[in-house]
């Protein structure tokens, strides 16, 4: 009998209970269901400008030491672009095939909005050009505490302006992670409103699609998630910098996609902390008629299993559908 009861607000209240890792992963996805939470224990004060940027580089620290172990050395070359106010890493693999030298990616990572930039952006980014030989520019994109929105939709909004210049829209697409494809999303929005030509498809892993954090895995997946285990109220008010955050330029899942959005791959996993989030945008594509394919993997939490065989499967699907849409010689 279950001792599952509803309390007189209409919450559901549970008893205290043991979650097992399942046995329907791959062992390395299993084992990573073991580390340690990767997201901070403690936030600083919204006026310790010392304390974010001492947050951030702790946990730019983390996230070098999981692409150093993660990713093969890069074979290729790294070009720097200074842009008004932000850099764009122009990422090319080795000897890639010509006809693909045409196509380009704007990649924009993620970080909660406060860490993950830098040679970060552009390392976390290499895995998209080795693979597929498409030119792969990653946006350094200003953050808190220092520069706070709309700074960061200013700097890839250009960055997609910049790539648009040189290629042909149907010959781009948008990555985004988590904190960035929330950012790519809203970025498409924008250049949509600003009459820009949309780029041929979109890649959200994990989108912080809606920075009200309302969505129902909040609370499902509070404490389950690995690698998120709360929500991020305290980067999202140092980011959103009083703005509302209804608006369709901070929270894409609010915005208007009858007026047009490109198909969209989004991906997610049934311990993310931002799976609702994901669904959302799904639906609210869908509830207007958009492409869009939603990927959810068993029990993975925000991001991924730091390599397991899931990663690899992910990144596949995910090579897939931008295969599809970016079009050769368009």
């Known amino acids: 009998m279950s001792e599952a ?8 209240q549970l008893p205290a209970r043991s979650i097992p890792v399942p046995s329907t992963i791959s062992a390395a996805a299993q084992r990573a269901l073991t580390t340690p939470p990767f997201g901070p224990e403690e936030w600083p004060a919204l006026t310790d400008v010392a304390g974010w940027k001492r947050l951030g580089a702790e946990r730019d620290a983390v996230i070098a030491d999981l692409l150093q172990a993660r990713l093969p050395p890069f074979s290729g070359s790294v070009a720097q672009r200074a842009l008004s106010a932000a850099t764009l890493y122009e990422i090319q693999r080795a000897n890639p095939p010509e006809d693909h030298r045409q196509c380009a990616l704007l990649y924009v990572h993620g970080g909660a909005f406060i860490f993950g930039g830098g040679p970060l952006a552009m390392r976390a980014a290499q895995p998209y050009a080795s693979l597929t030989g498409w030119t792969v520019y990653a946006i350094d994109y200003r953050m808190p505490p220092d520069h706070r929105y709309p700074a960061a939709l200013e700097d890839t909004l250009e960055a997609y302006r910049y790539v648009i210049e040189r290629y042909a829209p149907g010959q781009v697409a948008m990555v985004g ?3 960035g494809a929330g950012l790519a999303a809203a970025t498409i929005l924008k250049a949509r409103d600003s009459f820009l030509a949309l780029p041929a498809a979109a890649v959200l892993l994990t989108p912080e699609a809606d920075l009200t954090e309302t969505g129902d895995t909040f609370e499902t997946n509070r404490d389950i998630d690995v690698v998120l285990r709360q929500r991020l109220t305290p980067s999202i008010t140092l980011y959103a910098n009083g ?8 929270s894409p899942v ?16 049934t311990r993310d902390l931002f799976l609702s989030n994901t669904v959302r945008m799904h639906r609210a594509l869908r509830r207007a008629a958009q492409t869009a394919e939603l990927h959810v993997f068993e029990a993975m939490p925000h991001g991924g299993f730091l390599g397991a065989p899931e990663d690899q499967e992910a990144l596949s699907e995910q090579l897939r559908f931008l295969d599809r849409y970016l079009r050769i010689g368009a």
């Open 177 to 179: 992670f988590s904190a």
């Open 5 to 12: 009861t509803i309390d007189s607000t209409g919450r559901l």
């Open 243 to 250: 703005h509302d955050l209804r608006s369709p330029y901070l």
């Open 254 to 269: 609010y915005g208007d996609f009858s007026r047009g959005f490109p198909p969209t791959y989004l991906q997610s996993g």
